[in-house]
């Protein structure tokens, strides 16, 4: 079997050079290649909401759900990157518009 990890990422807007990043969410996919079968881990799962101070834009809290006070209240973004980092480990990645993620 082989780890994969899917993730997903919201952000404060759609620009990433401009815009912050405000969460990472992931969870690892078991692959077995013989048996041709994947499976979803719940319990090999990361997720963490990091601060964010800066002016806080209400209708982007309606699409991605994370409010004024969670926003405050986050992981520091250096150890928020450093921990997924270690959950990650060597693990490929996956994940939908990467690109942007990936900016």
């Not at 996919?29 to 013989?34: G, L, Q, T, Y």
């Not at 319990?43 to 409010?67: K, M, P, Q, T």
């Amino acid at each position: 079997e082989f780890r994969r990890v899917l993730f997903r990422s919201e952000t404060t807007g759609l620009d990433p050079q401009h815009d912050s990043l405000l969460a990472i969410a992931a969870i690892a996919i078991e692959v077995d290649w013989p048996r041709r079968q994947l499976a979803l881990r719940p319990g090999d799962s990361f997720d963490v909401v990091l601060r964010h101070e800066g002016v806080v834009d209400r209708a982007n809290i309606l699409v991605h759900g994370i409010g004024v006070g969670r926003q405050r209240e986050g992981m520091e973004p250096a150890a928020a990157l450093a921990a997924f980092e270690r959950f990650a480990a060597n693990s490929p990645l996956l994940g939908f518009h990467v690109a942007f993620d990936r900016a």
